[in-house]
């Protein structure tokens, strides 16, 4: 599908020119009109509640954030993978140190095992 590169509007291939800005249309938009944000990993998530869960923390710390997902969704990972990562939080580079602190700060706050929570059931009296 064809792309007018000004107003960035798909057209069926039929159509050669955007009728709103007069110009010719691309196959496909340059590639700088892409945001060009350098993302770098500052968490790796064992679950997908725990990717949430940090990225959750970096939303409220009004810092951009986005999950890049290690497993494929619904693909049953096999027994050899165990200690694979489900995924990474990913961060723009220029507050990468700063979404690395505030991870840390999450981690030291957790539990020491989460497996230990299974053992302490606290029921609700
Ligand atoms: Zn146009």
Known sequence: MPFCPR??????????????????LVPVLPIEQVEMIDWVPVYQAPTEIAANMVQ????????????????VP????????????????LVPQEVAEQAKEIVQEYLDGLP??????????????
Do not use: F
């Open 7 to 24: 107003c960035k509007a798909e057209y069926l291939d039929s159509v050669e020119t955007c009728p709103d800005c007069q110009v010719d």
């Open 56 to 71: 959750g923390i970096l939303n409220s710390r009004n810092l951009q954030s986005s999950i890049r997902r290690n497993v």
């Open 74 to 89: 619904g693909y049953v990972i096999p027994a050899s993978w165990y200690d694979a990562y489900w995924g990474e939080i």
């Open 112 to 125: 020491y095992d989460e497996n230990d929570q299974n053992s302490q059931t606290s029921e609700p009296s």
